[in-house]
């Protein structure tokens, strides 16, 4: 066999590990450029790497130190915990109404409940500015905080219902009867067997509402008025050279949401496994 | 607890029917379960019987009619308020809590104190000590099955339902498990109601069977009584299998009423005639019959047909079956114990004839 023959076996053998390696090159670039950068030891702004004094842990030392970073993380981590929890309850209650009960609209409340998930971003946040700046600053709300927590909780809520009702549609029926058979009433039925069994589903949604308000920009960005989230912050600051504490929290976020993954996955096979 | 009813008794339907928007799955059925009895609803797959063993339970009431417990009225109340438990088709086990909790999850709604030693205790019953920790999903169907009926048991219901609760098992498991509920409804002593569609099932466990057909129950009794007399053309043929021919009732002979088919006059003891006059489906069972290479004669008249065509011969070990052609009456079966030294010597193609003794002959309703 010759060589160039022997590195196309080689090559041929492991087409699909080679393709799966570059793939996850391509994920985890932005990441590990991330991850990098925020050792730079930048003059100017963190966009050309410095050789001189870096990888240096400066950034890392004291992440909250440009002027603003942290309010915005604040107030993201604020609205996002809001949104989530009031998106969660709604989204819960409504999911079980769709699935649960008979009434007129049922049918219409099934498909209206997609529109904002179909509708762009950027026309959702459009239509809400308008509709605060018309309707809200007539009572004396301004842009700000409240407005965004708002937004968010609307375009969460279709998040978590399409969620739970998933899961809810796949519980099986026959296990709450069996539960009233066995002397559970409605009360004990419902906390005893349905719940437990929704409640992964409902904590998916949590988890979803959360990443989903603590990403979102564009529709922030039309309700927000002076207040200032972490992706705003950033984006805003991309004018005059993003701060590499910037590539920190960003950073610390991605391995916070990977160990919450994590931690998931090992829950969810505890549970399958023997006690 | 507030809207428990206590009840002890017999377990009655009386006029009960089923209706859902189009279709009516139990129509008008009465009937009353005795207390401490196994009792067996057998019928085809879509004939009421879940239907009605919801209704029991109380997952669903009865459009109209009333469901007793000795004199206690339960129509009309929740499944958590009557003393009655159910053996799902499917078992619908917790997917979420373990075997043991499973179990206790009946006694500790009630408030028992020690609901987790009741459970144990109940596991050792069913045997299956050992797999309290698991989930339900690390199990096998048969050990499934087996918490399904512990989860019920535990609660010494004074009704125990229980839905084609071994339909999911393998023959094998099947037949083990048949005596093992058998066992445990002694041991227990409580009211069982076994709702299946396999005959011999009902047949081997049950002390009564009710034979259940298009919402309606057909006949009910005990297994060896409804197998010897069927009183419908539907038990004759469900519960068992018949040989049956239509004919007419147009004479007395003493103790028996003469059948009259197209080409024979057949004698029935009129206690086994399910009409005195008119039109009758004239049967027997394939086991009690004989088959001969000639001509029974005069001495068999009225309990033979013939002659015949025979069409099948297969040897089964313990018996030879018969299949027979006999113009005018159908195709007959014939079940014959291999007991002769002298085996009959009969082909495809031959001529023969078939008897029966009189007394096992059935007429029912055509
Ligand atoms: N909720 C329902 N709505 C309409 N029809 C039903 C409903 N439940 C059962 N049926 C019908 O009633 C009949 C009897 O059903 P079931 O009691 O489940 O029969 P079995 O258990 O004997 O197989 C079936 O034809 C079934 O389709
Ligand atoms: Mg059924």
Not at chain 1, 27 to 56: D, H, M, R
Not at chain 1, 210 to 236: E, Q, R
Not at chain 2, 342 to 354: A, K, L, M, Q
Request: with cysteine; aromatic share 10%; hydrophobic share 45%.
């Amino acid at each position: 066999m010759s060589t160039s023959q022997r590195l196309r076996f080689w090559i041929a053998n492991r087409f699909v590990m080679i393709v799966a390696i570059l793939v996850l090159v391509y994920l985890f670039l932005p990441v590990a450029y991330t991850f990098v950068f925020s050792f730079n030891n930048y003059k100017k702004s963190n966009i050309q790497w410095n050789p001189e004094g870096s990888p240096t842990l400066d950034h890392w030392k004291n992440p909250f130190g440009p002027p603003g970073i942290k309010d915005a993380l604040l107030t993201s981590l604020g609205v996002g915990a809001i949104a989530t929890l009031v998106a969660t309850v709604l989204g819960t209650l409504l999911a079980f109404a769709l699935v649960r009960h008979d009434f007129r609209g049922k049918g219409a409340g099934n498909i209206l409940v997609f529109v904002p998930m179909a509708t762009p971003e950027i026309v959702l946040g459009a239509s809400l500015l308008t509709i605060f700046v018309q309707g809200f600053n007539q009572v004396g709300l301004t842009l700000g905080f409240w407005t965004i927590v708002i937004a968010h909780i609307m375009f969460c809520l279709s998040f978590v219902v399409v969620t739970v009702k998933a899961r809810l549609q796949s519980l099986d029926p026959r296990l709450e009867e069996a539960a009233q058979d066995l002397y559970a009433g409605p009360g004990g039925t419902f906390w005893r067997v349905t719940f437990p069994l929704v409640l992964p589903g409902i904590v998916s949604a949590a988890l979803l509402s959360f990443s989903l308000s603590f990403d979102d920009f564009i529709i922030t960005n039309f309700v927000s008025g002076d207040a200032t989230t972490f992706p705003k912050f950033v984006y805003v600051s991309y004018l005059r050279g993003i701060p590499a504490e910037a590539n920190v929290i960003g950073f610390s976020l991605f391995v916070i949401a990977v160990l919450l993954v994590i931690a998931g996955q090992v829950v969810g096979s505890r549970r399958r496994s023997p006690a | 607890m507030a809207g428990f009813r206590e009840a002890q008794g017999d377990l009655v339907l009386e006029n009960v029917t089923k209706s859902f928007t189009t279709f009516t799955a139990v129509d008008d059925l009465s009937l009353t379960v005795p207390r401490g009895s196994f009792f067996a609803l057998l019928g085809p797959s879509g004939c009421g019987k879940t239907t009605t063993l919801r209704m029991v339970a109380g997952l669903e009431q009865p459009t109209s009619g009333t469901i007793r417990i000795g004199n206690t009225d339960l129509t009309g109340s929740r499944p958590y308020e009557r003393p009655v438990n159910t053996v799902f088709q499917s078992y619908a086990l917790f997917p979420h809590l373990s075997v043991r909790d499973n179990v206790a999850f009946g006694p500790k709604r009630r408030g028992v104190k020690d609901a987790l030693a009741q459970a144990d205790a109940t596991l050792s019953l069913v045997q299956l000590t050992h797999l309290a920790g698991r989930k339900p999903t690390q199990l096998s169907g048969g050990q499934q099955q087996r918490v399904a009926v512990a989860r019920a048991l535990v609660n010494h219901p004074e009704v125990l339902l229980l839905d084609e609760p071994l339909g999911a098992l393998d023959l094998k498991l099947r037949r083990e498990m048949q005596v093992e509920l058998k066992r445990i409804q002694t041991e227990v002593g409580l009211t069982f109601v076994h709702v299946t569609h396999d005959q011999e099932e009902a047949m081997t466990m049950a002390d009564t069977v009710a034979v259940m057909n298009l919402g309606k129950i057909e006949q009910m009794g005990a297994p060896d009584v409804l197998y010897d007399l069927p009183r419908t053309k539907f038990v004759a043929n469900f519960l068992g299998q018949s040989n049956l021919m239509s004919g007419h009732v147009d004479d007395t002979d003493g103790d028996n009423v003469v059948v009259s088919t197209a080409q024979h006059k057949l004698r029935l003891r009129k206690s086994r005639a399910a009409a005195g006059s008119g039109d009758i489906a004239f049967g027997v069972r394939p086991e009690k019959t004989r088959i001969h290479n000639a001509d029974p004669g005069p001495a068999a008249a009225g309990n033979s047909i013939g002659p015949g065509t025979l069409v099948d011969v297969s040897f089964t070990g313990v018996a030879t079956q018969y299949l027979v052609d006999v113009p005018e009456a159908g195709r007959w079966a014939v079940y014959e114990q291999n007991l002769d030294l002298e085996r009959i010597d009969s082909r495809p193609g031959d001529t023969v004839w078939i008897s029966w003794d009189p007394g096992h002959a059935f007429g029912v309703r055509p």
